[in-house]
């Protein structure tokens, strides 16, 4: 399914960057980052704590605009390989820019600059979501929506939090989801992940968000599911990542299959393909082996996807 056009509304910037990449910046740097890769030369990790960390020290040696834009290049070529035509993509100014607004716009410039680059080559378009970092806390997650405001536009569409989902509550992070809901911006949280489904009900209610990174512990509860799909609410599901972090012990266990069935707006991404071993054609190949998916399916699920997207509406008819 490699040539089939799809949208992808949930990749990191920073989790899409390939080892290769990461190294040879490190040895131009004299960065020594060697212990985050294994013997093949790929991310090494044992659990999700770790894969924080190991993300985190893999951005160490992206530290100038410059960096962000080959990656941005990089990266959305290797997406348009994959059929993706639409990209949304998290961009984190705690990794780039250090939260600070002068350099967050310079990096976002570069960012920009690559994926015209990249659309007038390969057609891609790739829209931002300005993410904060649960796991440093909601002093941090302020800058952060500060800079998403002061950035939003018609290129900056989104305001999201990514990071460790059992570091403090949905509430503590309210202040910055208003900001930025106030400056235009659109709405989504990673939720469901690794905290049940009080977790997606919380996020709900104090955060107010249109989409779920993730949602998909809200099986455990199938009252929140008819929630969630009474009030249409969007999940971005990333199948391959939960089964390479253990959320799941395989892709015929993994809960997408029944949120389809039972009316859930659900969308598949990628998350972090070079530290999850996917693409988007592995999560299509696996899915359709799993749950007997036709392209009808992925038809509708690619639908979903563009209407749920956060770009204006002639954006849109381009995707749909
Ligand atoms: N969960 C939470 N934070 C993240 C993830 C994820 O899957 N990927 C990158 N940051
Ligand atoms: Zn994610």
């Known amino acids: 399914m490699r040539d089939s056009p799809k949208v992808e509304l949930h990749l990191h910037l920073e989790g899409a960057v390939p080892p290769s990449f990461v190294r040879g910046l490190a040895r131009q740097k004299s960065i020594d980052i060697s212990g985050i890769f294994d013997e093949g030369g790929n991310y090494r990790y044992r659990d999700f704590a770790e ?18 834009h080959s990656l941005t290049r990089a990266v959305l070529a290797e997406s348009a390989a994959h059929g993706v035509i639409y990209s949304e993509t998290f961009l984190s100014p705690d990794f780039c820019g250090a939260r600070d607004l002068g350099a967050w716009r310079e990096y976002l410039h570069a960012i920009r600059e690559a994926a015209e680059a990249a659309e007038a080559q390969d057609g891609i378009i790739l829209r931002g979501i300005v993410t904060c970092i649960r796991h440093f806390g909601p002093d941090a997650a302020r800058e952060v929506a500060l800079c998403a405001a002061e950035t939003a536009g018609d290129w900056v569409v989104g305001f999201g939090i990514a990071g460790d989902e059992t570091a403090g509550k949905p509430r503590d992070f309210a202040w910055s989801f208003d900001m930025a809901r106030e400056a235009g911006l659109r709405l989504t949280a990673h939720a469901g992940e690794w905290a049940g489904p009080q977790g997606i009900r919380d996020t709900l209610r104090d955060l107010r968000v249109e989409r779920i990174g993730h949602g998909v512990r809200a099986i455990e509860d199938l009252a929140l599911v008819d929630e969630l799909a009474e009030a249409g609410i969007v999940l971005e599901v990333c199948p391959g990542s939960n089964v390479a972090l253990g959320v799941y012990p395989g892709w015929r266990a993994h809960p997408i299959g029944q949120l389809y069935d039972r009316g859930v707006k659900v969308t598949v991404s990628t998350d972090d393909p070079p530290f999850f071993h996917t693409t988007m054609t592995h999560e299509y190949d696996r899915l359709s082996e799993a749950f007997d998916w036709d392209d009808g399916v992925f038809a509708t699920l690619n639908r979903t996807a563009a209407e749920a997207a956060f770009c204006a509406p002639e954006t849109r008819a381009q995707i749909l």
């Open 51 to 68: 894969f924080l960390k190991v993300y985190e020290a893999a951005t160490a040696p992206l530290t100038s605009p410059e960096d962000y």
